[in-house]
């Protein structure tokens, strides 16, 4: 067999196994895993190197307005560079519609700017305004055009939706086949919090963590999960970053309900102390960080499963007025752009703090970093994995690497990166999109529209029997059918 590439002698791992073996690439697939392959018209030798999947990035503001106007700081070339340095071959930002826009015209706009990704690419729906339009045209035209996730916020006041709503969204998706993802805080809890805080004059950034109590993740984490348990729809709860969170995912999943969770990276390695910090307006996100004994909470949920998505929720607004301090050189932490970068640091974290610390595996570190995401988001097997068919998307990492994390050492847009002077060990030498070198040794070979679109599969039930309850079984409801 003739190969356009093959990568020769290294360690191969999937989410399940892990094995030498060479990769032998063709038309930009993989067409031969085995020991031995014959050279191809390019051969790379990955001896003592690890040959993964490249992950997949699916939590990130790329290019997006928040509901205040403002823009993240990369667009879909810097954003998409960055993710692609950081080990990533794909990923799914947010398409956001706000209120009083149509599904149809924030697509055409996003589809629009995602033409400058060097990586492949599609989107999360948030939905804001969920008209009747909206919930029976656009969400379902939506989702024939591979658009098969929708996101909604259970707080702030210009993107939360009511639980009605998020009821009318979840039973969409699911009669469609679409998951629905959740920011989950209970608003007037914040709101309530945010009131008496500044009202007493405490407004510095660290009193954002207060603002955000984990009472308020809590209960809005239990509420949506009932909600989508009671119509049988699937959900995931994005950024978990607290333990009776974590905890509630666990449960509706012992249950049988498909209920799922992500976190990130800084939940796991940065703690309220960095928002008391001079420049604390840096490390304001939402929900907020919390403690030391937290991480060791959130680490005990990535060994046990019941978190299946590592996302970087890279939110980039600059410590400048276009950004961060867009209210003033001082702002009260209410007045704060919510969001940290960390698309390209969000792989290695896990890698050198994860498996190379021995809190994780090295097949648990695929699967949290790239198959998980892909089998979520209906782009599996064709993304997310190493195996015959499935398309070359593969990152060649040397674990024995070690860098100091810098801001210079960032390819995105930013003007600094929360993760400033760490030392990481285990880094992405060689990046493959669909079996050609997208990155080698530091420099790019990729060019602005190279990413392509990815359509996605509808969410796979397969392995979850939601029950119906009483209410909604028109056997049982005298006859009457609302689902």
């Keep these: 067999m003739d190969f356009d590439l093959v990568i020769r002698g290294g360690t191969v791992a999937t989410a399940s196994d892990t094995f030498a073996a060479d990769v032998g690439v063709s038309g930009g697939v993989v067409t031969a895993i085995a ?48 993710a692609l340095f950081g080990g990533n071959t794909s990923f799914i930002p947010f ?33 804001s305004d969920p008209t009747e339009q909206v919930l029976a045209e656009e969400l379902p035209e939506a989702f024939e055009g591979g658009i098969t996730s929708f996101k909604v916020f259970l707080t702030y006041d210009k993107l939360i ?126 929900p907020p960080l919390r403690d030391e004994a937290l991480q060791r909470d959130l680490w005990r949920h990535l060994q046990a499963g019941s978190l299946m998505l590592w996302s970087s929720d890279h939110a980039p607004y600059r410590y400048d007025e276009t950004g961060k301090l867009s209210a003033g050189p001082n702002p009260p932490f209410n007045k704060i752009a919510n969001g940290m970068p960390g698309i390209e640091l969000r792989a290695p974290l896990l890698m050198s703090e994860g498996v190379l610390k021995g809190r994780i595996t090295l097949n648990q570190f695929v699967a949290l970093t790239a198959t998980n995401a892909a089998k979520l988001f209906g782009i599996h097997p064709q993304k997310g994995t190493i195996a015959v068919g499935s398309d070359a998307d593969v990152a060649i990492w040397n674990p024995s690497e070690t860098r100091t994390v810098t801001q210079a050492g960032m390819h995105d847009a930013m003007d600094y990166t929360p993760f400033e002077g760490m030392s990481l060990t285990g880094w992405p030498e060689t990046v493959i999109c669909r079996g050609e070198v997208a990155m080698a040794g530091g420099v790019l070979h990729r060019k602005p529209g190279d990413g392509a679109f990815m359509k996605r599969a509808p969410f796979d039930f397969t392995g979850y029997s939601p029950s119906t309850p009483p209410e909604l079984d028109p056997a049982t409801a005298f006859g009457a059918s609302l689902l």
């Design 95 to 127: 398409a956001a519609q706000h209120r009083g826009q149509s599904v149809r015209g924030t697509l055409e706009t996003y589809h629009e700017r995602a033409r400058k990704s060097v990586i492949d690419y599609s989107f999360h729906l948030i939905v």
């Design 35 to 82: 020991r031995g392959l014959p050279d191809g018209r390019t051969t790379l030798d990955a001896t003592d190197r690890l040959v993964l999947p490249g992950a997949i990035e699916s939590h990130c503001h790329i290019e997006q307005e928040s509901a205040t106007g403002a823009m993240t700081s990369d667009d879909y070339e810097s954003g998409s560079i960055s």
């Design 161 to 286: 939706v009511s639980d009605e709503a998020l009821l009318d969204i979840l039973v969409t998706a699911r009669k469609h086949g679409a998951l629905t993802m959740t920011h989950a805080e209970n608003n007037a809890l914040i709101k309530w919090m945010v009131s008496r805080l500044v009202a007493g004059g405490y407004t510095a950034p660290k009193f954002h963590a207060v603002s955000h109590p984990g009472a308020a993740e809590a209960e809005a984490i239990s509420r949506a999960t009932r909600l989508a348990n009671f119509v049988g729809a699937p959900l995931l709860i994005v950024h978990v970053s607290t333990d009776e969170g974590a905890n509630i995912v666990a449960d509706a999943r012992r249950s049988g309900h498909p209920i799922f969770g992500e976190t990130c990276p800084q939940y796991l390695f940065l703690t309220r102390d960095d928002l008391d910090r001079p420049d604390g307006a840096k490390y304001c996100c939402s």
